[in-house]
C-alpha cells in the first residue's frame, strides 16, 4: 500500500464518494491537474471507447457534437481525429475545463451539470455522448431529460452507466419513460465492460445508444 493511500483517500475514492454537486465540484477541483496521468495509470477507458459508439452511428461533418461531462477534454483530440471538427463541452469544474480548453478543439465550452437545465437550444446537437457521467456520485437519471431536449429529431444519445445503477438509480425507468413519450427509441445495448482496463476489476458499465424522435 503506498503512503498516500495509507494517510488518505484515493482521488478516485473521494469522487466516488461525492453526495452533492459541490462536493463532486470540490473533488474534480483538487484532481484537475492529475486527473489524466492517475486515470491512465488505472486505465480508464471510457473516453476513448465512446467515440467507436459516435463513430457507428453517425457520421462526421453532420453537426455539433456535445461531450457532455467532458472533464479535461480526454475524448476531445480523438474526436476531432475522427473528423468530428464541431465538439462543444460542458462539464461542472471550472478547473477541468481549463485543461479541455487548452486541448484546443472544442469550439464551445460551458460550465453546467448534468441533472439541471443546459444552456443550449431545443434540437441544438446532432448528438450528444457522455463518458463515466453516469455513475456513483454523479449525474441523476433525470440528466437524461435535457440531453434529449438538446439534440436534434434524428439525432443519436449515447452514455455509459454503471451497471448497478442501471435498475437502482432509476435509469431503466428513465429510459422507458422517455420511449414511452414518444421523445427516443433504443438503439444499441452493450454487454456489461470494465470501465478500468488496469484497477478496478469491480466497475463495470454499459453503454447505451438512443435515436430522437
Do not use: N
Not at 36 to 62: K, M, N, Q
Not at 96 to 123: C, F, H
Amino acid at each position: 500500500m503506498s503512503e498516500r493511500s495509507a494517510s488518505a483517500p484515493r482521488p478516485l475514492d473521494q469522487v466516488y464518494a461525492a453526495t452533492t454537486e459541490t462536493e463532486l465540484a470540490d473533488a474534480y477541483a483538487a484532481w484537475a491537474a492529475g486527473y489524466d496521468r492517475e486515470t491512465a495509470e488505472l486505465g480508464y477507458c471510457l473516453p476513448f471507447l465512446i467515440t467507436s459508439w459516435l463513430a457507428r452511428h453517425v457520421p462526421a461533418g453532420e453537426g455539433p457534437i456535445l461531450d457532455a461531462g467532458c472533464g479535461t477534454g480526454l475524448s476531445g483530440p480523438f474526436l476531432k481525429a475522427l473528423g468530428y471538427d464541431r465538439l462543444e463541452g460542458l462539464d461542472l469544474s471550472d478547473e477541468m475545463l481549463a485543461i479541455a480548453r487548452s486541448r484546443q478543439v472544442y469550439g464551445t465550452l460551458k460550465k453546467a451539470a448534468l441533472g439541471e437545465a443546459l444552456p443550449w437550444p431545443d434540437g441544438h446537437f446532432r448528438a450528444v455522448i457522455a463518458a463515466g457521467v453516469f455513475t456513483a456520485g454523479h449525474a441523476p437519471a433525470s440528466g437524461l431529460d435535457e440531453m434529449a431536449r438538446i439534440t436534434k429529431s434524428g439525432g443519436h444519445i449515447m452514455f455509459t452507466v454503471r451497471d448497478r445503477l442501471i435498475a437502482e438509480a432509476g435509469f431503466q425507468e428513465r429510459f422507458d419513460r422517455l420511449e414511452q413519450a414518444g421523445i427516443w427509441h433504443p438503439v444499441e445495448e452493450s454487454p456489461p465492460f470494465r470501465a478500468f482496463a488496469v484497477a478496478e476489476p469491480d466497475v463495470f458499465v454499459k453503454t447505451f445508444v438512443f435515436q430522437c424522435a
